[in-house]
C-alpha cells in the first residue's frame, strides 16, 4: 500500500504589534477576543492605550451627539417663562365668588406645593418613582431595564420613567414621539430641570402637568373632574384638591400610568381597582402608611358606582348655574373677539396673558 503523502502547514506566526496594515489590524482585533489574545491585546502596556483611545472617542462621539440635538432645546430662562395653558375661569362683580371654568383641549388649574396632600405626592411618587428624592434627574437603572425591555421587545417605547422625565416628555416634548432623538433630548432636558428646580418644585410641576384623562391636566382639574364633592364652596376658587383622602389620591395615581386605559368611565374598570390596590399596597411597603389604612382605602367596584364617591356626572355644564348660562356662553365669544382686535391692531395679545382680561371677565 502507498504511503499517504500528508502536508503539514507550518505554524502560524504570532500576531504581534508589528504587523502593518489593515489587514493587520482587523486581524489582531479578531486576535484579541479569543482566549489566547485577550490579555496580550487588551491588557498590554499597548493595549491599555488602545482602550484609552477607543473611550476617548466614545466620549467624544456621545458630546457630539448631545451637541447636536442641544440647539433643539429650550434654555433655561425659556424653560422657567414657559406658561401652562391654564382654565378660564369667570368670576361676579366683585371678584370673590367663582361662576364657571371653560377650557379648550386641555383643563387645568395650577396649584402651589403646599395645596397638594401629602397623601397625594406620596401616592404618585409611591407608584411612578419611589427613589424621587434619592436619586438625580434620571435613574440609571431605569435606563439599563428600558433598554432591555427594548431590546427583548425590538421597539423603543420603553423610557427611564423618573417623575422629572416624565414632566419634560408631558411639558417640554412631545409625547407621542418615541424616538431615540426625543429620548436624548428628554434625558438633557431632565438634567437641565434638575439644576433649576427642588425636587418639591419639580413634583409640584409634575402634579400640575400630567394628563388624568378626561381631559383634565394637573391634579386640581383631576380632582374637580372625579372628586367635586371636595370642592370647598367657601374658597373663592373652589379648591379641591387640597380636600383629596387616601382612597381618592391612590386612585389618581392610579389613572397616570394610562390616563385612557385606566379611565373610571372607560372599559378598563377592574384594572383601575387592581391598581388602585396596587398602589396603595406600595404606599404601605414604602413606609407612607400602615396596612389598616391600606386596606381600609381599597375600593371596589361597587365604589366605582357610587355618586358619593366617583362623580358620575359627565355633563360638561351640569354645575352651571342657570342665572349664569348666558353669560357663560356670549363672554368667551366677546372676550375672543376684543382679544384678536388687539392683536391685529395693537399687538398686545401674548399667549397665555391678555391685558383687560380680568376686567371683562369680571362684570356681571
Not at 433630548?185 to 419639580?202: R, T, W
Request: with cysteine; glycine share 8%.
Amino acid at each position: 500500500m502507498p504511503k499517504r503523502h500528508v502536508v503539514r502547514r507550518p505554524p502560524a506566526a504570532p500576531l504581534t504589534d508589528n504587523t502593518t496594515g489593515w489587514n493587520g489590524r482587523w486581524a489582531r482585533f479578531r486576535h484579541g477576543f479569543t482566549p489566547s489574545g485577550i490579555k496580550a491585546y487588551w491588557f498590554s502596556r499597548a493595549g491599555l492605550k488602545r482602550v484609552g483611545l477607543m473611550a476617548g472617542a466614545g466620549v467624544f462621539f456621545i458630546f457630539l451627539v448631545f451637541l447636536w440635538y442641544a440647539k433643539d432645546l429650550p434654555t433655561p430662562g425659556k424653560i422657567n417663562a414657559r406658561v401652562t395653558a391654564q382654565t378660564t375661569k369667570f368670576y361676579d362683580a366683585s371678584e370673590q365668588h367663582l361662576i364657571y371654568e371653560v377650557y379648550g383641549d386641555q383643563n387645568r388649574s395650577i396649584i402651589s406645593f403646599e395645596e397638594i396632600p401629602a397623601v397625594a405626592k406620596q401616592a404618585a411618587i409611591a407608584i411612578e418613582d419611589k427613589d424621587f428624592y434619592d436619586h438625580g434627574s434620571f435613574s440609571v437603572w431605569g435606563y439599563v431595564r428600558a433598554a432591555y425591555e427594548n431590546y427583548r421587545n425590538s421597539n423603543t417605547r420603553q423610557g427611564g420613567s423618573t417623575i422629572t422625565q416624565q414632566y419634560v416628555k408631558n411639558a417640554l416634548l412631545d409625547p407621542t414621539d418615541h424616538s431615540y432623538g426625543r429620548k436624548i433630548k428628554e434625558l438633557m432636558l431632565s438634567v437641565l430641570i434638575g439644576q433649576f428646580y427642588s425636587k418639591n418644585d419639580i413634583l409640584a410641576l409634575y402634579l400640575n402637568e400630567i394628563p388624568y384623562g378626561n381631559q383634565a391636566y394637573g391634579i386640581e382639574s383631576a380632582c374637580k373632574t372625579f372628586f367635586p364633592m371636595n370642592i370647598d364652596q367657601q374658597d373663592k376658587d373652589k379648591r379641591c384638591a387640597k380636600n383629596l383622602k387616601l382612597d381618592q389620591s391612590a386612585l389618581l395615581a392610579a389613572i397616570l400610568n394610562g390616563p385612557s386605559y385606566f379611565s373610571p368611565y372607560g372599559n378598563h374598570p377592574q384594572e383601575l381597582i387592581d391598581r388602585q390596590h396596587i398602589v396603595l399596597g406600595l404606599m404601605y411597603e414604602q413606609g407612607y402608611i400602615s396596612q389598616a389604612e391600606a386596606d381600609g382605602a381599597m375600593w371596589t367596584m361597587a365604589d366605582l358606582r357610587n355618586p358619593d364617591k366617583l362623580n358620575q356626572e359627565r355633563n360638561l355644564y351640569a354645575n352651571l348655574d342657570p342665572r349664569m348660562a348666558h353669560f357663560v356662553f356670549v363672554c368667551p365669544r366677546e372676550i375672543g373677539a376684543k382679544i384678536r382686535y388687539s392683536h391685529r391692531h395693537r399687538g398686545r395679545a401674548q399667549s397665555g396673558h391678555y391685558p383687560g382680561l380680568r376686567q371683562a371677565n369680571s362684570g356681571v
